[in-house]
């Protein structure tokens, strides 16, 4: 128990968590290379080319993980407004703005790719149908919160709103994951859930499975790398930061001496 | 190898897609990067003016 | 309780005195549904199939832009932090001040809306749950916009911030609306849009103020 509150504190301590990150970020770098060497490989050299659709369904290597991810982060980034906002964790806030843009991206990835899907299978750029629609509207929900923080001088109540904004869009999440249920619509419904046996062949699913874990670790790559820039610039002159620069300078030193 | 190139005539569209999903990954890992490095500039210089 | 009532009966009667405001809005309203028969056709095949969305997304950017200073004034003299400070709720004043506000802008809305509907070929059958579905809707429009002008109060420069923050939210609300018109004007029954309508407007009406409240705060504390 003891190990675990030790862990906590530290995680919410700028002083631990910017070179706890540091180490990590080589680590985390690798096993995304480890899934998606593999599972590029695989999902456009060999896994078999569908019935229907021929090579084009490859599209769906990047395009359904990155749907996915938008979904994830935005949940993630929830979570971590409860934190902010219920135990005022301030590292719970510098985690959701390290990952809007992250998220926006995946979502924007979804929907260009899907536009080229789309174009050659069913004939159209783009359709205003229940999930398309409110993809798009999760894009514009992250960069909403981007630019309510960014209106904010101060970064504590800029955190605290972006902590309550990003928990009124959540109600988004369900709608969208929903909405080939709910709608008649032209996107395909679920072929993978967490309960059923998937319904897709199994050389087509494991490509998949490792682009979406592969995407997973991009994530956390790309948060840890920008929660240390967030963090250096907006403790630029706290005690911490000066610690680290000095330690720096001096180790400049001692290499010119 | 022009075979998987041209992807069964979808070469276009599927190159198209990887490609935009590459730019963009790309862009979320160097942005990051660099805005370290210019936050770590800004602190090493405010902290080499106070000395 | 007595405070809710107080803090309506404040708002309404400071409203009528400065009525010309709210009489902005239904201008508004009327002038964006004017400018679509102008800028596009004047048909009435196409008038009276656009009508429903048409009327619908025009209450909506007038609902949305007149809840642009709805709490700056008291931000700015400070009646705000005395509210926050106090041992009166935040969600009361909260509820009062959106409730007030959509008695205020959109009631007036609600009445003009069949008149405009009829000058777009509104098939009259529609009419009646035209008016339902801006009823349901309307409030959600003003306690969900609530929350975005609350996050945004203290801001200084916020232009074009709001709408940014509070359309997507919208979106949903929109579609249910629009939709209930249009599936009416058909001849078919609305009762399932109006129905989710309904079960949004309740959750809304409930969830909002808390919301608001907690933003309040926020800005306050700035």
Redesign the interface.
């Given at each position: 128990m003891n190990i675990i509150i030790k862990w906590y504190y530290r995680l919410g301590a700028p002083l631990w968590f910017y070179p706890l990150a540091g180490k990590l970020i080589p680590w985390v770098t690798a096993l995304f290379l480890l899934f998606l060497i593999p599972g590029l490989y695989m999902g456009?050299?060999t896994a078999p080319?569908d019935y229907q659709q021929?090579?084009?369904f490859?599209?769906m290597y990047?395009?359904v993980p990155?749907a996915w991810m938008s979904m994830l982060v935005y949940f993630a980034m929830a979570i971590a407004a409860v934190v902010a906002?219920v135990w005022r964790v301030r590292m719970a806030e510098i985690m959701i703005i390290?990952s809007v843009?992250?998220g926006a991206?995946f979502a924007?990835?979804a929907l260009?790719?899907g536009a080229?899907?789309g174009?050659?299978m069913w004939g159209a750029w783009w359709v205003w149908d229940a999930r398309l629609?409110s993809e798009l509207?999760l894009l514009?929900?992250y960069?909403?919160i981007l630019?309510?923080y960014n209106?904010?001088e101060?970064k504590k109540?800029a955190g605290?709103?972006m902590s309550?904004?990003t928990?009124?869009?959540v109600v988004?999440l369900p709608?969208i994951h929903y909405s080939v249920v709910w709608w008649n619509t032209l996107h395909q419904a679920a072929t993978v859930t967490a309960f059923d046996k998937p319904s897709i062949h199994i050389d087509m699913l494991i490509p998949l499975l490792l682009m979406a874990t592969a995407f997973k670790f991009?994530f956390l790559?790309?948060l840890l790398?920008?929660m240390?820039?967030?963090l250096?610039?907006q403790d630029?002159?706290s005690g911490w930061?000066?610690k680290?620069?000095?330690d720096?300078?001096k180790l400049e030193e001692n290499n010119h001496v | 190898m022009s075979e998987f190139i041209n992807m069964g005539g979808y070469g276009f569209y599927v190159w198209s897609s990887f490609g935009i999903a590459a730019v963009v990954i790309l862009a979320n890992i160097i942005e990051p990067i660099l805005h370290h490095k210019n936050a770590l500039k800004e602190a090493d210089d405010f902290y080499s003016e106070e000395s | 309780m007595n405070t809710f009532l107080t803090l309506i009966k404040r708002d309404l009667v400071l409203a009528y005195r400065g009525r010309g405001e709210a009489f902005n809005s239904l201008i508004f309203f009327g002038l964006v549904i004017l400018l679509f028969p102008i800028g596009i056709s004047a048909s009435e095949k196409l008038l009276s199939e656009i009508a429903p969305g048409l009327i619908w997304i025009a209450a909506l950017l007038a609902t949305m832009l007149s809840l642009d200073n709805l709490f700056k004034e008291d931000f700015q003299d400070g009646t705000l932090e005395q509210w926050a400070v106090s041992q009166h709720s935040l969600i009361s004043f909260a509820w009062a001040r959106l409730f007030s506000h959509w008695v205020i802008t959109s009631v007036p809305l609600i009445i003009i809306a069949p008149l405009f509907a009829l000058s777009l070929s509104l098939p009259t059958d529609a009419i009646g749950v035209l008016i339902v579905s801006l009823l349901l809707g309307t409030p959600l429009l003003t306690f969900i916009g609530g929350i975005g002008v609350a996050l945004t109060t203290g801001l200084k420069k916020s232009s074009m911030l709001l709408p940014l923050l509070v359309l997507p939210f919208y979106i949903p609300v929109l579609i249910f609306g629009a939709s209930a018109v249009d599936v009416a004007a058909d001849g078919w029954s609305a009762s399932g849009q109006l129905y989710i309508l309904a079960g949004l407007f309740v959750l809304g009406i409930t969830l909002a103020p808390f919301a608001v409240a907690t933003s309040l705060k926020v800005s306050v504390s700035q």
């Open positions: 456009l050299v080319a021929g090579e084009s490859r599209i990047v395009h990155a906002l390290s843009p992250i991206s924007l990835i260009l790719t080229f899907w174009k050659p629609t509207i514009f929900i960069l909403g630019a309510l209106a904010f101060d109540t605290k709103a309550i904004l928990l009124v869009g988004n709608i991009l790559l790309v790398l920008k240390r820039a967030n250096i610039e630029i002159h930061v000066k680290i620069i000095q720096k300078q | - | -």
